[in-house]
């Protein structure tokens, strides 16, 4: 059987279609980002603390989430030492990871210098300093709306007038939420006192109850729990707690009244999409952290709801429009809160 030879018109437009298919599947493993419309991102997430631990563990909800939708790949590490931060992240970036998520606070040189070496590496990153261009993002938990609303329950429900805070580190992102629930508290109820003390550490639930137990000795019938263990003394002594970050009233019914809570799903799926669209950059995603963009909100009272002062209540959903409504807005104090109690 003779077979014609092919036309070299033919021929040729084949190789060159060819070519251009080799050539973009060169590109779009050479620049991460490209190609990701289709197919799903690496993400890696590091984390200094447990899984368990409420602010690590809104991150690695988000992302859990993100996951389960089909949308991502994931990984992640907890527990990782300051000291040992620079070399995971540097081991997520070379094998081949599109958005590395975590928390630059203590190892903010390092992080940075990492993200300049991978400039195809998208990088989210907790941190109270700007972002860096062209790929380091950073976020925080811009939560002081629910926060203020929050304090304003605490100042309703205190019988001693006195309200024992218990926090990690005297930083910003702390600073900032303790402020907003001082004045919500003070709103609702200008008497009240507080005691202030910070535990050095981010989880340390033993300490943190510790120093819990102190406050309930001086007179404190309420307590902000800013951290793991405090809830556990407000239940131990009967006295009542409000939440930080996560809800925990399931677990603490007739201890937890109130809880400010975080939800970072707005800022991951931003940056997912921003990745997978091939178009992240450096900016700050912490707004994207606050009511009107449903990265936070005042949980729902539960098992306080018939136990809460009506006043209070109606007093509370009125602030929580005007903040939704843009007519009012929660001042940012990042400075160190101090006690006032005598």
Same mark, same amino acid.
């Given at each position: 059987?003779?077979?014609?030879?092919?036309?070299?018109?033919?021929?040729?437009?084949?190789?060159?279609?060819?070519?251009?298919?080799?050539?973009?599947?060169?590109?779009?493993?050479?620049?991460?980002?490209?190609?990701?419309?289709?197919?799903?991102?690496?993400?890696?997430?590091?984390?200094?603390?447990?899984?368990?631990?409420?602010?690590?563990?809104?991150?690695?909800?988000?992302?859990?989430?993100?996951?389960?939708?089909?949308?991502?790949?994931?990984?992640?590490?907890?527990?990782?030492?300051?000291?040992?931060?620079?070399?995971?992240?540097?081991?997520?970036?070379?094998?081949?990871?599109?958005?590395?998520?975590?928390?630059?606070?203590?190892?903010?040189?390092?992080?940075?210098?990492?993200?300049?070496?991978?400039?195809?590496?998208?990088?989210?990153?907790?941190?109270?300093?700007?972002?860096?261009?062209?790929?380091?993002?950073?976020?925080?938990?811009?939560?002081?709306?629910?926060?203020?609303?929050?304090?304003?329950?605490?100042?309703?429900?205190?019988?001693?007038?006195?309200?024992?805070?218990?926090?990690?580190?005297?930083?910003?992102?702390?600073?900032?939420?303790?402020?907003?629930?001082?004045?919500?508290?003070?709103?609702?109820?200008?008497?009240?006192?507080?005691?202030?003390?910070?535990?050095?550490?981010?989880?340390?639930?033993?300490?943190?109850?510790?120093?819990?137990?102190?406050?309930?000795?001086?007179?404190?019938?309420?307590?902000?729990?800013?951290?793991?263990?405090?809830?556990?003394?407000?239940?131990?002594?009967?006295?009542?707690?409000?939440?930080?970050?996560?809800?925990?009233?399931?677990?603490?019914?007739?201890?937890?009244?109130?809880?400010?809570?975080?939800?970072?799903?707005?800022?991951?799926?931003?940056?997912?999409?921003?990745?997978?669209?091939?178009?992240?950059?450096?900016?700050?995603?912490?707004?994207?952290?606050?009511?009107?963009?449903?990265?936070? #909100?005042? *949980?729902? &009272? =539960?098992?306080?709801? @018939?136990?809460?002062?009506? $006043?209070?209540?109606? %007093?509370?959903? !009125? /602030? #929580?429009? *005007?903040? &939704? =409504?843009?007519?009012? @807005?929660?001042?940012?104090? $990042?400075?160190?809160? %101090?006690?006032? !109690? /005598?």
């Amino acid at each position: 059987m003779n077979t014609l030879p092919m036309n070299p018109v033919i021929l040729s437009r084949r190789r060159v279609m060819a070519l251009a298919t080799a050539m973009a599947g060169a590109c779009a493993l050479a620049v991460p980002g490209l190609t990701l419309a289709q197919t799903k991102p690496k993400v890696a997430g590091i984390y200094t603390v447990p899984f368990e631990q409420q602010w690590a563990g809104r991150i690695h909800k988000a992302l859990k989430a993100a996951e389960a939708r089909g949308e991502i790949e994931y990984k992640a590490s907890e527990n990782v030492a300051n000291a040992d931060y620079e070399r995971v992240m540097r081991e997520y970036a070379t094998a081949g990871s599109n958005l590395i998520v975590g928390e630059a606070f203590a190892v903010e040189t390092a992080a940075r210098k990492v993200a300049k070496d991978f400039p195809k590496v998208s990088f989210l990153m907790g941190s109270s300093a700007k972002p860096q261009a062209p790929n380091f993002s950073v976020f925080d938990n811009y939560i002081q709306e629910p926060a203020y609303l929050s304090g304003m329950v605490a100042g309703g429900m205190t019988k001693s007038n006195k309200i024992g805070m218990v926090g990690g580190f005297p930083i910003p992102e702390v600073n900032r939420l303790m402020h907003a629930f001082m004045a919500g508290a003070k709103e609702t109820n200008p008497k009240v006192e507080f005691t202030v003390s910070f535990i050095n550490s981010w989880f340390d639930p033993p300490k943190a109850k510790e120093a819990a137990f102190a406050m309930i000795d001086k007179g404190a019938d309420v307590l902000y729990a800013e951290r793991f263990g405090v809830s556990d003394a407000a239940k131990e002594k009967g006295k009542l707690a409000i939440g930080n970050v996560i809800n925990t009233q399931d677990k603490y019914p007739d201890t937890v009244v109130a809880s400010a809570l975080w939800n970072m799903e707005p800022s991951i799926d931003r940056a997912v999409k921003m990745v997978k669209d091939g178009k992240f950059a450096a900016e700050d995603y912490g707004p994207y952290s606050m009511m009107k963009h449903k990265g936070s #909100e005042l *949980a729902p &009272l =539960g098992t306080f709801a @018939s136990k809460v002062p009506a $006043d209070i209540v109606a %007093k509370v959903k !009125a /602030k #929580e429009a *005007a903040i &939704l =409504g843009g007519k009012f @807005s929660v001042k940012v104090d $990042d400075t160190q809160p %101090k006690s006032t !109690a /005598k």
